[in-house]
Antibody, heavy 119, light 107 residues
Framework: EVQLVQSGAAVRKPGESLKISCQGA????????IAWVRQMPGKGPEWMGI????????RYSPSFQGQVTFSVDKSISSAYLQLSSLKASDNAMYFC????????????WGQGTLVTVSS | DIQLTQSPSFLSASVGDRVTIACRASQDVNKYLAWYQQKPGKAPKVLIYAESTLQSGVPSRFSGSGSGTEFTLTISGLQPEDFATYFC?????????FGQGTRLEIK
C-alpha cells in the first residue's frame, strides 16, 4: 500500500525555522516526483514546488522561490521541506503529494503537517 | 501562469441531486486537468485525472468532461459523504495551479 507519512504538527516562534519530513512507503520512492503544497486556513491549495528523489531535480514556484528549500534522503525514502525565518503568515497546513507516473494527477498525499507560528 | 477559475464557489444541494462544477483554464491544458475532493482537516483526494478518467476506487457517480480550456465535474446522485470542497488542478505547466474551490453543502 502506497503511503506518505509526514512529521507531526509544529509550533515555532517568529524568526525560527522548521523542517517537515515526508516518508514514502509501498513504492519505489526514487522514481516518483514529490510535490509540496501549502494550504492556508480556509483557502485553496497552493503549489510550492516539486522534487524528484532520483536525482534531486527541483522546481520551485516563483511565489516560494528563496523562501523554502526542498531536500531528499533516498536511503530512508524521505523528502523534506525547510521553512526559514518563519512569520505568522506561514501558519498553514503543509502537504506532500506524489505525482502519478503519467503526470496527470497527484495520486497519493501525506496527512498534512500543521504549522503554527506564534510568539 | 495558467489561471483556473471555478464556478460556482458555493453550491447547496440535496442528497440524490445531480450537480455540476465548472473549471475554466486561461489556456489549453492539453488533458492535464484533475479534480480533487477535500474534507475538513484532510488531504485532497483525486477523483478524476486526464480530464475524464475516473481514479481507481472512486464511485462511478463522479464523472469529468471537457477539453482544452473548459471542464466539468459532475456528481450524479449525491450521497451524504459527497458534501465537501472540490478543486480542479492543471498539471500542464509549472507553476502547477489549483482552482479556488467549490464548497458543496447540504440543502
Amino acid at each position: 500500500e502506497v503511503q506518505l507519512v509526514q512529521s507531526g504538527a509544529a509550533v515555532r516562534k517568529p524568526g525560527e525555522s522548521l523542517k517537515i519530513s515526508c516518508q514514502g512507503a509501498g513504492y519505489t520512492f526514487s522514481s516518483y516526483w514529490i510535490a509540496w503544497v501549502r494550504q492556508m486556513p480556509g483557502k485553496g491549495p497552493e503549489w510550492m514546488g516539486i522534487v524528484y528523489p532520483g536525482d534531486s531535480d527541483t522546481r520551485y514556484s516563483p511565489s516560494f522561490q528563496g523562501q523554502v528549500t526542498f531536500s531528499v534522503d533516498k536511503s530512508i525514502s524521505s523528502a523534506y521541506l525547510q521553512l526559514s525565518s518563519l512569520k505568522a503568515s506561514d501558519n498553514a497546513m503543509y502537504f506532500c503529494a506524489r505525482r502519478s507516473g503519467d503526470g496527470y494527477s497527484y495520486d497519493f498525499w501525506g496527512q498534512g503537517t500543521l504549522v503554527t507560528v506564534s510568539s | 501562469d495558467i489561471q483556473l477559475t471555478q464556478s460556482p464557489s458555493f453550491l447547496s444541494a440535496s442528497v440524490g441531486d445531480r450537480v455540476t462544477i465548472a473549471c475554466r483554464a486561461s489556456q489549453d491544458v492539453n488533458k492535464y486537468l484533475a479534480w480533487y475532493q477535500q474534507k475538513p482537516g484532510k488531504a485532497p483526494k483525486v477523483l478524476i485525472y486526464a480530464e475524464s478518467t475516473l481514479q481507481s476506487g472512486v464511485p462511478s457517480r463522479f464523472s469529468g468532461s471537457g477539453s482544452g480550456t473548459e471542464f466539468t465535474l459532475t456528481i450524479s446522485g449525491l450521497q451524504p459523504e459527497d458534501f465537501a470542497t472540490y478543486f480542479c488542478q492543471q498539471l500542464k505547466s509549472y507553476p502547477i495551479t489549483f482552482g479556488q474551490g467549490t464548497r458543496l453543502e447540504i440543502k
